[in-house]
């Protein structure tokens, strides 16, 4: 019998094709909250399939999709550890909120998808779902698992998460199920 062949000296049938692997797609972290890298995110088609409203670029040089009734920030900085992410968390965190509050969806991206997204996406769960580093890293991670802020960023990870703990000890008014009274903080 001839190799491929079957019981009765047939040829077996062909196996299945192999299920194809989506070279370009947006991760979904959340609802309103997806993590990519430049290629996928710059496809217009995607991001019209995906219903994405806002596209957080964090990048110098990568482009935006050609879409639509889409809003654009750029977050200019390199991957690099010197790179100061941190002085932007607040402001993204607050438009992927402010995105998810009316309906929207937010596609963060940067060249890899890996350092820089990831970084921003973390940020937000931290502000945003009160989640605690470790938990916010795992659900990024979760849904796009290479993802990997470099060193420079997990710092600013680290004292960002130390900052919102804070905020919310010495600014009772940003957390609503906290009682406003008997709260002294030394700033």
Known sequence: KAPGEGKLGRSAPP??????FRM???????RALLISNARSACSTELVQQEAVTLCINVSRQQPFPAADHVAMLRIPV?????????????????AIQSEAEHGGRTVVYCKNGRSRSATVCVAYLLKHRKLSLGDALQKVKTARHVIDPNPGFMAQLERYEQELRTRSLCFPSLRPEAPLLLTFCSI
């Open 78 to 94: 390199y991957d690099d550890p010197n790179e100061d992410l941190y002085c932007h968390f607040d402001r993204c965190a607050d």
């Open 15 to 20: 196996p299945p094709p192999p299920q194809p």
């Open 24 to 30: 370009l797609q947006l991760c979904q972290v959340t």
